[in-house]
């Protein structure tokens, strides 16, 4: 059974310095370009209040604020300090974006009060364990109508895809991966309290961006 130690999901030092130059130069620049294609189907509305989990560098909220008016608003949740340092640098320049550091797994200072809760390759890493206390944090935090909105990998079958992308698949992932890609997302979050599921899929569909409604 995996435990959490295998996990690569906390990142540190140099590399969470530069952690979207590395995951830009490493994609030969369409990181930012897929980023900006998968929040533009978010379907943030202008008054949103949208809760980023694991936010790392804010780069995903700067981007995600651009869809706001000054009635929006973002908090992103990170525990690690350099990550914070580095929100910071990225998002200090909007009112709206603020960071709350803590643990994504500790309960949330928070209440039915955002309209979305968003994740960005950041579930994949936790033991499925931890994954229902993310997931229970979520549906508390969001309002009654709330939006979970995870983007992430997507369930394949790993044995058939191309040997190029199973030997980078291998060298970069930690072995939560392979179990996350196995597991039915929908029936899992059905039986967490979502519903209504909505999906786009990336990169030979292997990544995917779906939605789903809280439901009570």
């Given at each position: 059974m995996l435990d959490q130690s295998v996990s690569k999901v906390e990142v540190r030092g140099l590399t969470a310095r530069f952690y979207d130059q590395i995951l830009n130069w490493g994609s030969l620049g369409k990181y930012g370009r897929f980023l900006k294609s998968a929040i533009?189907?978010?379907?943030?509305?202008?008054?949103?209040?949208i809760l980023d989990l694991g936010c790392g560098t804010g780069k995903n909220d700067c981007l995600m604020a651009e869809y706001l008016n000054l009635e929006g608003r973002i908090v992103g949740v990170d525990i690690g300090q350099e990550m914070a340092e580095q929100f910071e640098k990225n998002c200090g320049k909007f009112k709206n974006i603020r960071l709350h550091q803590q643990s994504i797994l500790e309960p949330l200072p928070f209440e039915n009060e955002f309209d979305k809760v968003f994740m960005s390759f950041v579930f994949h890493g936790f033991t499925q364990e931890n994954r229902k206390?993310?997931?229970d944090n979520a549906y508390r935090v969001l309002k009654a109508?709330?939006?979970?909105?995870?983007?992430?990998?997507?369930?394949?079958?790993f044995a058939k895809k191309p040997l190029w992308f199973r030997i980078g698949f291998k060298t970069i992932e930690c072995p939560l991966a392979f179990e996350y890609i196995k597991i039915n997302w929908k029936e899992q979050l059905k039986a967490w309290g979502f519903e209504m599921f909505k999906e786009h899929f990336w990169f030979m569909e292997t990544l995917r961006l779906f939605k789903a409604k809280k439901f009570s």
């Open positions: 533009a189907r978010m379907d943030i509305q202008p008054r949103d209040a206390k993310i997931i109508d709330g939006q979970l909105i995870v983007l992430d990998f997507n369930e394949f079958e």
